[in-house]
Structure formats: structure tokens, C-alpha cells
């Protein structure tokens, strides 16, 4: 009996692959994160700018504020892109497509387990009447 003749193995491949991709999305975007963060732990100036473009402040620290800046509109706009992943996950539409694939992955898993068990049952069978075959010749 042939017991994977029911799986589709194409859809569990598409839904995995889905998976995968919000994985390696997610870790790109919090490399992106950590980077920031890294490069405004190289750059401490940044975070103690005691004078601003308004105030007549110097061009230095108006460099400095600038990219403070698009670090702070950047981590804005990363982290915004996570929250949507994080809501994306808990959705009931999600949810329900985990839920409808881990019943049909108990289904195959049933399936399998009783053609397994009666493929034993078939090979003790087998067994038994070779050794009543072989008691018989002796």
C-alpha cells in the first residue's frame, strides 16, 4: 500500500516556505536594528547633543543631530515592519491554516501508524507460517 498517496506534500512545501520567508524577514530586520544600534554605540556624540541647529548651534552638531536622525526614523520604520509581522502571526486567518495543517499531519500520522501496524501484523503472519512451512520439512 502505497501510505503517502493522499499527502500533499506541494502545499506543506508552500506553507513552509511562507514560514521561512517571515524568519529570514524578521532576521534581516533585526540585523538592521542591531546595526544602528551599533554604529550610535560607536558614535556616543550622538546621543548627547546639548545644542541644536535652532539654537545656533555648530555644524558639527547639526551633522550629528541629522543622523541621530535617520537612526531614530529608520529603527522607526524597522520596527513598524516587525509589529505588522507579530500581528500578521496572531491573525485568525493564520491561525486557522496552522490549525487545518496540523489536523491533516495527525490524519497522515494515524493513517501511517495503522498501515504500519498492519504491515507488522501481516510480516508476524508471514513469519509464522514460514516456521510452520519450515516445521513441516523437518
Not at 548627547?48 to 551633522?63: F, P, R, W, Y
Amino acid at each position: 500500500q502505497d501510505i503517502d498517496k493522499d499527502v500533499d506534500y506541494a502545499a506543506y512545501a508552500a506553507v513552509s516556505t511562507v514560514h521561512m520567508q517571515h524568519i529570514q524577514q524578521w532576521n534581516d530586520t533585526t540585523a538592521k536594528l542591531q546595526q544602528i544600534g551599533e554604529e550610535l554605540q560607536r558614535n556616543p556624540a550622538a546621543l548627547t547633543i546639548e545644542s541644536s541647529v535652532d539654537d545656533g548651534g555648530n555644524e558639527h552638531d547639526a551633522v550629528i543631530f541629522n543622523q541621530l536622525y535617520r537612526s531614530f526614523s529608520a529603527c522607526c520604520k524597522l520596527m513598524d515592519e516587525q509589529a505588522k509581522r507579530i500581528n500578521n502571526i496572531a491573525s485568525s486567518s493564520h491561525i486557522l491554516e496552522v490549525l487545518s495543517n496540523h489536523q491533516q499531519l495527525e490524519n497522515q500520522i494515524t493513517t501511517n501508524a495503522s498501515l504500519t501496524a498492519s504491515t507488522a501484523n501481516e510480516q508476524q503472519q508471514l513469519n509464522h507460517d514460514y516456521d510452520v512451512a519450515k516445521q513441516k520439512r523437518v
